[in-house]
Each structure stands twice: as C-alpha cells, then as structure tokens.
C-alpha cells in the first residue's frame, strides 16, 4: 500500500427522518441558548419552523443568505447578530446559507450549528468561499468548520427534482476528485466510492423518502472528501465559470464533470476503475456511467443554457490555465478550451 495521511475533521453528526427535533437537546448540550437563525428568502418557513421547535427561544432570524457568500450581506447578518445578543448561529439551507453561517461565525466565534437542506458538502468542509466587489475569494480555516450538523432527510422532500439532480451530481463531483486527489488516500476513497453509490439512488425516485434518506447519506460522505482532501481540475473549472460568468452553481458542476473527467482521464487509469465500479451502467467506463446517469436525471448539458456566450470561452479558458494548481494531468490551453467549448455546446463526453 502506498504511503499516505489521514486527517479527521471533528464535526458532530446528528442524522435521521425527524432529526431537527433534536435541535434543543443540540442547543442545550452545548450550553447556548440564544441562536440567530439563518434561511435565504425561498426557505423562510422551515427557519419560522425552527423557531417554533425552540418554542421561540432564538436571537432572531435573519433571512438573507444568498448565493456566494457576499460581504455586504455578512456584515448587515453580523450587525443584527451583535444588536440581537445572539451566542450561537443555526444555518437551515444549502450551501449559501451555511456560507453566511460560516462567515459569522469564523468573524465571531459563535457556535455554528448546521441543518442541510441540499447535498452540496458546504457543511462538512472547513473552506468559506466569500464574494468582495465582485471578486470570490475562497479561504480554510479548522476553525471555519461547523460544530454539529443535523440532517434531517424530511427537508429535503420538498427540493425541487432538478434542484435535487444537479445538487447530487454536485456533491457526486466531490467525491470523483477525492479518488485522484494527490492526498488521497485509503479512507477517503471509501467514502468516496460509498458516497458515490449512495447517491446515484436519487435517480431511482426522487420522491421517495429512503431514495433521499439514501442521497443525503452519500451527500454526508461526498462533503466530508471534499472537506478532507485537495480538489483539481472540476473543482478549479467550476470556480472560474461560476465566479465569471455568474453561472449557477450546482448546474455548472453538472455539465462540467463528465468533461473534466473525460480530460483527467489518461493519467488516472486505478481512480477511473474504481468509479467505473460505482456507476451504474457504465459497462467498465466512468465517462459513460456519468453520462447515462445525467440522460436519466434529464439534465441540461450545455452552459449556453445558462446565458454563457460562445465569445466566452477563450476568455473562461484563459483564467483557467492563468493560476497554476496541482491536476494529475498538465492543463494545458488547448485542450482546456476544447472541455470548456464542449461543456458549453451541451455535447456529450468522451
Ligand atoms: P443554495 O444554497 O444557493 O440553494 C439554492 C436554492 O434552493 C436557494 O434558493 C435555496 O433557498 C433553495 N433550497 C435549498 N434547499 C431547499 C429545499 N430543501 N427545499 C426548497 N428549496 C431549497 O445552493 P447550493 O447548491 O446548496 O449551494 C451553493 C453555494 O454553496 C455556492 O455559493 C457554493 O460556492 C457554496 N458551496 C460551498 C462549499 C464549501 O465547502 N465552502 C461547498 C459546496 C457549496
């Protein structure tokens, strides 16, 4: 076996239908009483469900998380945070809600409890990815991640199918680029490759509970390889595109990843035989496999698709290859823009 180290990362797990119940007993075993309460506008009901279960024992609640983590938004969040006398944050959303969880607390030192609503993996990483000016900037810090994490599999019954589909092949992503991360290693590849199958349920029914009880299991395992080990080319494409051309998130890992796959693929032969083995119908090909999977979840496969513009590409290829980063296989331009030229006509992998 090659040599290799491994790092945990302490955060507590609360899992199960009907967990958000637990949330008192979370908040009382940590010695907190008073929480801020944080949703983005779409999920203010679940954060007024919160306060009902902590019987309106709560700082407040503020409902203006969004996308990419903005200062400015942090700043208002932290302000109301100060004048509420709160001594704890409860994020209850995806990843841009966690985001500002994050934020106030690595600002503050507040205690961060988070309580998913997608499988994006922001709850299990110690990164915060935050946006200045237009400028998005990621950091980690031991310190950035949270404390207890809640997943309770009934908030997620109501995200929405395609929402569902992308958010899985998201936190899917995660663990793709676990299996060839240059610290991998014998731990995290089992999370990886589990998670991976765990996941690949959403496709069976999205409505059905155990299908999404099974998904949020993989979405656990896939967010804590992310949290765990470097990512490369996937992860640095997706950050370029979203960040320059305000691409959505979970949709552009979606198209992106059978690509970058596909491009990673020669130098990776062991990672692509084993995810091979988690796909479903892949018939000894990851590339495949990924793309039967997103023909089933019916996906839109092109970034055109979401307002990227054909002139875009040879500039989304040059900030791809301006700052250097470890990938198992050299990025060079040419065949850079060729993955993004793809990716944006919606062509299939290969
Ligand atoms: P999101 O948090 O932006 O959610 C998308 C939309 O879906 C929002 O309107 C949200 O309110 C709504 N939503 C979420 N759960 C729902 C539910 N169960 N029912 C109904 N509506 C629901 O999307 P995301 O993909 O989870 O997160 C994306 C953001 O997270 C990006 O900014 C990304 O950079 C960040 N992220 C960070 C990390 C990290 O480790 N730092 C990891 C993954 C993602």
Known sequence: MDSFEYNANPGRVVFGSGSLQKLPDEIKRLNLSSPLLLSTPQQVDQANDLKQILNGKIAGIFTEATMHTPTDVTDKALAYAKESRADSVVSIGGGSTIGLGKAISIRTGLP??????????????????????????????????????????????????????TSGVNAIAHAVEALYARNTNPVITLLALEGIRALASIISDPSSQPARSSAQYGAWLCGSCLGSVGMALHHKLCHTLGGSFNLPHAETHTIVLPHALAYNAPAIPAAMEKLAAALPGSEGDAVKGLNVLLAKLKVKRGLKEFGMKEDDIDRAADIAVANPYWNPRAVERDGIRELIRRAWAGEEAR
């Open 112 to 165: 961060h409890i988070c309580i998913p609503t997608t499988y994006a993996g922001s709850e299990m990483t110690p990164i915060l990815g935050e946006t200045a000016s237009g400028k998005k900037t990621t950091r980690s810090d031991p310190k950035i991640l949270p404390g207890t994490v809640i997943y309770d599999v009934d908030l997620t019954l109501t995200l929405p199918a395609s929402l569902s589909a």
